[in-house]
T-cell receptor, first 110, second 114 residues
Framework: SQTIHQWPATLVQPVGSPLSLECTVE??????LYWYRQAAGRGLQLLFY??????ISSEVPQNLSASRPQDRQFILSSKKLLLSDSGFYLC?????????FGPGTRLTVL | GQQLNQSPQSMFIQEGEDVSMNCTSS?????WLWYKQDPGEGPVLLIA?????ELTSNGRLTAQFGITRKDSFLNISASIPSDVGIYFC??????????????FGKGTLLTVNP
């Protein structure tokens, strides 16, 4: 069966510091991978998606970036965090019909 | 792009009551998905619907793919406190090379009073 991992689970960072969130998937090959952000426990905002190694599509212009160095690894990064980057970050894997989410990372920028 | 209108935005019910929520769109969807998100966790897929008119159950949950392909309904029978959470409808984007993405509704926040 497939499993998806995210770490860290929670993170508190000062404004202007760098960020690296990691997502890995097990039990499937060549999955589509996604990063979402959820603010205030409501809507899901798609940030990036990837259909293969090194292939990244950005949905929202911002100070975040994503990379896919391996087939089942997806990384979300920032060089300098803003207060507005606080939120709940969700990684997901899927195909054309369905997506399956990881447990999420709660990021607080102070 | 496509949009999904999910209602109600929130519900506050007593334990044991039945719950009904729905999702509508101005465009046709070929698949309807229903997710539940427990507080502080990632959304979990509850039910997937692939055919217009399809009615699918998962325990106390029942979902239907509307015959027009523009709506879907989720019903929860005999609610219990662990039903608390946010319920999202979703469907895959169609056309325009964006078939790797899902469109999500804004969610229905369900609170169950014991």
């Amino acid at each position: 069966s497939q499993t998806i991992h995210q770490w860290p689970a929670t993170l508190v960072q000062p404004v202007g510091s760098p960020l690296s969130l990691e997502c890995t998937v097990e039990g499937t090959s060549n999955p589509n991978l996604y990063w979402y952000r959820q603010a205030a426990g409501r809507g899901l905002q798609l940030l990036f998606y990837s259909v293969g190694i090194g292939q990244i599509s950005s949905e929202v212009p911002q100070n975040l970036s994503a990379s896919r160095p391996q087939d089942r690894q997806f990384i979300l990064s920032s060089k300098k965090l803003l207060l507005s980057d606080s939120g709940f970050y969700l990684c997901a894997w899927g195909n054309t019909d369905t997506q399956y989410f990881g447990p999420g990372t709660r990021l607080t920028v102070l | 792009g496509q949009q999904l209108n999910q209602s109600p935005q929130s519900m506050f019910i007593q334990e044991g009551e039945d719950v009904s929520m729905n999702c509508t769109s101005s465009s046709i969807f070929n698949t309807w998905l229903w997710y539940k998100q427990d507080p502080g966790e990632g959304p979990v897929l509850l039910i997937a619907l692939y055919k217009a008119g399809e009615l699918t159950s998962n325990g106390r949950l029942t979902a239907q793919f509307g015959i027009t392909r523009k709506d879907s309904f989720l019903n929860i029978s005999a609610s219990i406190p662990s039903d608390v959470g946010i319920y999202f409808c979703a469907g895959p984007d169609v056309g325009g090379g964006s078939n790797y993405k899902l469109t999500f509704g804004k969610g229905t926040l369900l609170t169950v009073n014991p």
